[in-house]
């Protein structure tokens, strides 16, 4: 028989919390800033129950989130999203495997840098476990400035998420 109690390391609470932050940075052909866009984005529900699976051992535990998509649609993120809507295939802007950086004790960032191929305006990003456009695999989701892309700009989207 299990006891009811829970016990805790003094100091500790047995908790922890994650938070998802999104950066954008766009550019044109010459490197000068046009916008930046930052701030705390929207875990998902399925999000959360990614986190769970690999903190677990769970079913999906061997799947890194680290794929960055973006859309042009202008609806609000929600944690009921399992996709972001209306995501981007063409124009280099499709999505793409990121760059994972450790920056401390519980936090890393994800980090792409898209070039436009064509004409192509951005508005959302989103952080995905798959690379497979068909597959729900949505950890969070965030708006940024409208980005109204050119042949040779560039977006550095940069997600950082802290566990404390």
């Known amino acids: 028989e299990l006891a009811q109690d829970v016990y805790t390391v003094e100091g500790q609470s047995g908790e922890f919390s994650v938070e998802v932050h999104m950066k954008a940075v766009h550019r044109d052909s010459d490197g000068k800033i046009l916008a930046i866009s930052e701030h705390a984005g929207v875990l998902t529900t399925i999000g959360k129950n990614y986190i769970e699976d690999q903190l677990g051992g769970g079913a999906n535990a061997t799947a890194e989130a680290v794929y960055i998509s973006l859309s ?93």
Not at 76 to 88: G, K, L, M
Not at 132 to 139: K, T, V, Y
């Open 72 to 164: 042009n649609d202008g609806t609000a993120p929600s944690a009921a999203w399992t996709e972001i809507p209306s995501e981007i295939t063409t124009n280099g802007l499709g999505r793409a495997l990121g760059s994972y950086t450790s920056t401390g004790d519980g936090v890393w960032t994800i980090d792409k840098t898209f070039t436009a191929t064509g004409t192509q305006s951005v508005q959302l990003a989103g952080l995905e476990w798959d690379n497979n456009l068909s597959n729900s695999a949505l950890l969070c989701a965030d708006q940024m400035t409208s980005a109204s892309m050119e042949n040779g700009d560039t977006l550095e989207v940069t997600w950082t998420i802290t566990v404390t």
